[in-house]
Nanobody, 124 residues
Framework: QVQLVQSGGGLVQAGGSLRLSCAAS????????MGWFRQAPGKEREFVAA????????DYADSVKGRFTVSRDNAKNTFYLQMNSLKPEDTAVYYC?????????????????WGQGTQVTVSS
C-alpha cells in the first residue's frame, strides 16, 4: 500500500506564505503524478495543483496560478506546495494525492491514494 503523510499548514495572515509537504512511502513515488486538492467547510473538494512523474510539467487551478508552486523531490519521496500571497479564500483543508497516471491530471478519480489532510487558515 501507499502512505502519504502531510506536514505543514497552520495559521497565516493574508499575504503571507506557507509550505505544505507530502512524504510518500510504499511504492515507487517517481513513477506517478501527484496532486494537491483542498476542501473548505460546506464546499466540495477542488483541484489545486498537480505535477507529473518527473516534475517537468505542472498544472494549476486558475484561482492559485501565479501564487502557488508545486514541486517534487523524488530522491526524498516528497512533494510540496509552496503557497505565497495567501488570501482568506485559500482557507481549507489541503490534501495531497498520488495519481495512477504519470501525467498531471485534474481528475479526482485518477488519484488512488490520499494524505490525511492539513488545515490552512488565512486570516485577514
Amino acid at each position: 500500500q501507499v502512505q502519504l503523510v502531510q506536514s505543514g499548514g497552520g495559521l497565516v495572515q493574508a499575504g503571507g506564505s506557507l509550505r505544505l509537504s507530502c512524504a510518500a512511502s510504499g511504492r515507487t513515488f517517481s513513477s506517478f503524478a501527484m496532486g494537491w486538492f483542498r476542501q473548505a467547510p460546506g464546499k466540495e473538494r477542488e483541484f489545486v495543483a498537480a505535477i507529473n512523474w518527473s516534475g517537468s510539467n505542472t498544472d494549476y487551478a486558475d484561482s492559485v496560478k501565479g501564487r502557488f508552486t508545486v514541486s517534487r523531490d523524488n530522491a526524498k519521496n516528497t512533494f510540496y506546495l509552496q503557497m505565497n500571497s495567501l488570501k482568506p479564500e485559500d482557507t481549507a483543508v489541503y490534501y495531497c494525492a498520488q495519481s495512477r497516471t504519470i501525467s498531471a491530471t485534474r481528475e479526482m478519480v485518477a488519484y488512488d491514494y490520499w494524505g490525511q489532510g492539513t488545515q490552512v487558515t488565512v486570516s485577514s
